[in-house]
């Protein structure tokens, strides 16, 4: 297979996650201030308690954390 193509289908996986993630820490924002849903991870939890925003900043570093050592592997 293509080396170029390769990268850009892992490339198109990782932003596909990362998209995910946007969408999936929306979401939980928005339910957790609607009181209809409670963070069920007790560091995001955490988190969340010290502020919305540092819940935000903590579930990208680790997405794109992770993303960043698939890419590496």
Not at 30 to 46: G, T
Not at 51 to 66: D, E, G
Request: with cysteine; proline share 3%.
């Amino acid at each position: 297979m293509n080396r170029n193509l390769t990268n850009f289908v892992a490339l198109s996986c990782i932003a596909y996650i990362f998209s995910i993630n946007i969408i999936d820490t929306v979401f939980t924002i928005v339910w957790l201030k609607a009181n209809l849903a409670y963070e069920a991870n007790p560091i995001m939890a955490y988190a969340y308690a010290l502020s919305p925003h540092m819940f935000i900043a903590i579930k990208f570093i680790a997405c794109a954390s992770a993303l960043y050592l698939l890419w590496i592997a």
